[in-house]
């Protein structure tokens, strides 16, 4: 599908940043009810390892040469799946959207020929008011894969400290700087989704290259038992515009699962985002990932608040 008489398509530079910035919020407020990016997202989109906006994204304009919509590619181990992105102003951009998804998907067939592929499968996210978005993907034979969940609690009525741990279970933060307990937290978090069928590992050196410079290392927190690391948990500041801490990954060994260690985590990293003056605490679960307990979630008091559904495509190389 081309683009409107008047219409156009170029690539993004770090420039446009604040331009994208305005169509993803706009975007994300249609979908999900607030903006779910900010400035440092877009651009870390943008140079991602394995991303060459020059290659890899769009901006759709308008006849008045006003950026309306954003098209990008997200591919973050460099193996297995893609991911596509086609963000439109939902008053001004839509006529955009399959034009760019289309590109996107010649971007994929294009990838699959430079890996020596046969074809690669390509993902695109779905929210429920994205009805004509899941049309444009259907039309294209994208299929339903799995859903995610978003949940969501109130810390005010947290008790002043949290509840003491099961016994033999204690809970440590993270000890900034120190690459053995970063190391240590990798590796328990790499045992504890290698179940999950869409886990994509990544080796150690190019987890901790996209930590950052680990400003809130004081929300990751470490639980041992018996005094051994057997699980953790990752905070992200993904939600701090909406006065929200977020947890970003929990994870437990196998073998130490259903002993209290999960809730544990969950309860210590609550009161630190309450004690820094937040008001909320978050996290998203994968449904189709075997590990992730709903009724734990619940018995801390998340609840789900909004859901998002993949759908996906196999592009054959060309």
Not at 15 to 40: K, M, N, R, S
Not at 88 to 109: H, S
Not at 159 to 185: C, M, N, S, W, Y
Not at 224 to 233: K, Q, T
Request: charged share 25%; aromatic share 8%; with cysteine.
């Amino acid at each position: 599908m081309t683009l409107p008489v008047g219409w156009s398509a170029r690539r993004p530079t770090l420039d446009d940043v604040p331009a994208i910035l305005a169509v993803v919020h706009a975007a994300d407020t249609f979908a999900i009810g607030h903006p779910d990016f900010d400035a440092d997202d877009v651009r870390l989109a943008l140079t991602a390892p394995y991303v060459d906006p020059a290659q890899d994204s769009w901006l759709g304009l308008n006849p008045l040469g006003e950026v309306v919509a954003w098209a990008i590619l997200d591919n973050h181990t460099g193996t297995g799946r893609e991911l596509v992105d086609v963000f439109v102003d939902p008053e001004t951009g839509r006529a955009a959207q399959a034009p760019l998804l289309d590109r996107q998907l010649a971007r994929v067939a294009d990838r699959a020929a430079e890996r020596g592929l046969p074809a690669l499968t390509v993902r695109c996210l779905v929210c429920p008011p994205e009805r004509e978005w899941l049309a444009i993907l259907t039309d294209r034979g994208f299929t339903h894969a799995k859903r995610y969940v978003r949940m969501r609690r109130p810390l005010a009525d947290l008790p002043a400290e949290p509840p003491a741990p099961p016994a033999g279970v204690t809970i440590r933060e993270v000890r900034a700087g120190d690459e053995a307990d970063l190391r240590t937290f990798h590796r328990i978090y790499d045992a504890a989704f290698q179940s999950v069928p869409d886990y994509q590992p990544l080796p150690y050196e190019r987890w901790r290259a996209r930590l950052g410079d680990g400003s809130a290392w004081d929300e990751w927190f470490v639980a041992e038992v018996d005094g051994a690391p057997a699980g953790v948990l990752q905070s992200s500041d993904q939600a701090r515009d909406r006065d929200e801490g977020f947890v970003k990954n929990l994870a437990v060994l196998p073998g130490q699962r259903r002993r209290g260690v999960g809730g544990a985590l969950l309860r210590r990293a609550f009161h630190r985002y309450a004690a820094k003056g937040l008001s909320f605490a978050g996290l998203g679960v994968d449904l189709a990932n075997p590990t992730a307990p709903l009724s734990l979630y619940r018995s801390v008091g998340l609840r789900e608040v909004h859901s998002v559904d993949m759908y996906e495509l196999v592009v054959p190389a060309r």
